[in-house]
């Protein structure tokens, strides 16, 4: 089973990526973003709380993501493996992850980190937030609070995946293509 963490900053193009993995190597798509958006647009009780936390740039609490990622991936237990993007978002939440899938008798294979400069960051954002109608991807001062607590609490997590020989980093800068080809070599020299 290919599980893989697809990891990066806010706008490094995990999204984009993640649709063509998903396609190549027929993965579940986990995407913590896309859970939690679908929560607040059908006004739940976690739809709502994880609202306001997202409003103000910040993360949500690590009991509510991984209630969410068990569920899902218990839901899907015949899949080829799953794709993980935007979680986990702390070396605690990836310590869970790896406990939750020894439960289930399976493993992270690796770590695909997207690396992208901050400029370049907040210009995609912005621009995709012309598009996107998301607040927190208008507003530069969300943005560059997004993307300092992407640092402080979120970057630590390539440690812990370094600690297990699982972290690949991927120059996130160029064609979508050619990323997508570093990141297919990156899963297939594995």
Known sequence: MLNIVLFGPPGCGKGTQSEKLIAKYGLVHLSTGDIL?????????????????????????D?????MIASKIDANRDAQG?????????????????????????????????EVPKEELIKRL???????????DQNPEIIENRIKEYNQKTAP?????????KYKPINGVGSIEDIFMALCQAIETE
């Open 82 to 114: 799953f794709i993980f993007d935007g979680f986990p978002r702390t070396t605690a939440q990836a310590a869970a992850l790896d406990k939750m899938l020894a439960e289930r008798n399976m493993q992270i294979k690796c770590m695909l980190s997207l």
């Open 157 to 165: 997590v390539i440690e812990y995946y370094k600690a297990q020989n």
């Open 37 to 61: 958006r679908a929560e607040i647009a059908n006004q739940t009780q976690l739809g709502l709380e994880a609202k306001q936390y997202m409003d103000k740039g910040a993360l949500v609490p």
């Open 126 to 136: 912005l621009n995709r937030g012309l598009t996107s109608g998301r607040s927190d």
């Open 63 to 67: 009991e509510v993501v991984i209630g």
